[in-house]
T-cell receptor, first 114, second 116 residues
Framework: AQSVAQPEDQVNVAEGNPLTVKCTYS??????LFWYVQYPNRGLQFLLK??????LVKGSYGFEAEFNKSQTSFHLKKPSALVSDSALYFC????????????FGTGTRLQVFP | DTGVSQDPRHKITKRGQNVTFRCDPI?????LYWYRQTLGQGPEFLTY????????KSRLLSDRFSAERPKGSFSTLEIQRTEQGDSAMYLC??????????????FGPGTRLTVT
């Protein structure tokens, strides 16, 4: 079965420290991978995607993600966290070319403390 | 604002009533998606359209659910004979897909449905 796992319900980090939000996937074939962020009372906002090419993908608001095919992971990272980064983060995979429905993980709440 | 819009933002209804939600995608986007999100979960795919054609429906979409996109622009999602288990946030997203491109989906703010 095709699935996405976000093993941490919550990640806590101090402002200015690097952050990592973990994501692993299980799909057949080459995956298309995405990260979205959800702020309270707002819709999901696209952060970044991996389709092909360089394993390190840069996205919005200083976030980046590293695709690791051997570990089937797509972890979200940021070198220096901001309090305003506190939100709910979702990893998603689109398993089939030209279908592009998204399969989401259960989300990880990021809390950045001042 | 040129993003995806959804109406209403909140809907409270009694069990057994019918409800209809509307989604207006980003104007140049040819694909439109519906997802459902319950508390503590990620969004789950329900259905999607390319222009006016409904190309895929999830098994989550029971016979009580129907979606349309009659002119390839806005879409409606109707739930008939609502049940308490239908209480959720209903999200709409749109994307532009052409040729071999694979584009990200842009989400609306959602319609929160509460069935009492």
């Amino acid at each position: 079965a095709q699935s996405v796992a976000q093993p941490e319900d919550q990640v806590n980090v101090a402002e200015g420290n690097p952050l990592t939000v973990k994501c692993t996937y299980s799909v057949s074939g080459n995956p298309y991978l995405f990260w979205y962020v959800q702020y309270p009372n707002r819709g999901l906002q696209f952060l970044l995607k991996y389709i092909t090419g360089d394993n390190l993908v840069k996205g919005s608001y200083g976030f980046e993600a590293e695709f690791n095919k051997s570990q089937t992971s797509f972890h979200l990272k940021k070198p220096s966290a901001l309090v305003s980064d506190s939100a709910l983060y979702f990893c998603a995979v689109s398993p089939l070319y030209n279908t592009d429905k998204l399969i989401f993980g259960t989300g990880t709440r990021l809390q950045v403390f001042p | 604002d040129t993003g995806v819009s959804q109406d209403p933002r909140h809907k409270i209804t009694k069990r057994g009533q019918n409800v209809t939600f509307r989604c207006d995608p980003i104007s140049e986007h040819n694909r439109l998606y519906w997802y459902r999100q319950t508390l503590g979960q990620g969004p789950e795919f329900l259905t999607y359209f390319q222009n006016e054609a409904q190309l895929e429906k999830s098994r989550l979409l029971s016979d009580r659910f129907s979606a349309e996109r009659p002119k390839g622009s806005f879409s409606t999602l109707e739930i008939q004979r609502t049940e308490q288990g239908d209480s959720a946030m209903y999200l709409c997203a749109s994307s532009h897909t052409s040729g071999t491109g694979h584009y990200e989906q842009y989400f609306g703010p959602g319609t929160r449905l509460t069935v009492t």
